[in-house]
């Protein structure tokens, strides 16, 4: 059974920064989409950034300008998410995907 397990997160001010990763247990294959998604209170889930086996990414608009979803290069099935410029509306539970499988969640609050 494959795990995604979360690290990072926390609370942090406005403009500050935070780093989030994701490490898959299985390493038998590469999955070849793996990606962030999050959920704040009383809203959907949404996607916040995914990342394919060479390296594009997608970015939902919000964040496009201040985070950076990377994969490691030499765990191809651990990802990172590069969160700058933290505002209070980036508050949210954070969860890694792939597929049909997702990490725990990890709070990432902004508040000043």
């Known amino acids: 059974q494959v795990q995604l397990v979360q690290s990072g997160g926390g609370l942090v001010q406005p403009g500050e920064s935070l780093r989030l990763s994701c490490a898959a247990s299985s390493s038998i294959f590469t999955f070849y989409i793996m990606g962030w998604y999050r959920q704040a209170p009383g809203k959907q889930r949404e996607l916040v950034a995914n990342i394919d086996t060479v390296g594009r990414t997608n970015y939902a608009d919000s964040v496009a300008d201040r985070f950076t979803i990377s994969r490691d290069p030499d765990a191809k099935n651990t990802i990172y998410l590069q969160m700058l410029n933290l505002k209070p509306e980036d508050t949210a539970v954070y969860y890694c995907?792939?597929?049909?499988?997702w990490g725990q969640g990890t709070q990432v609050t902004v508040s000043s």
């Open positions: 995907n792939t597929g049909d499988h």
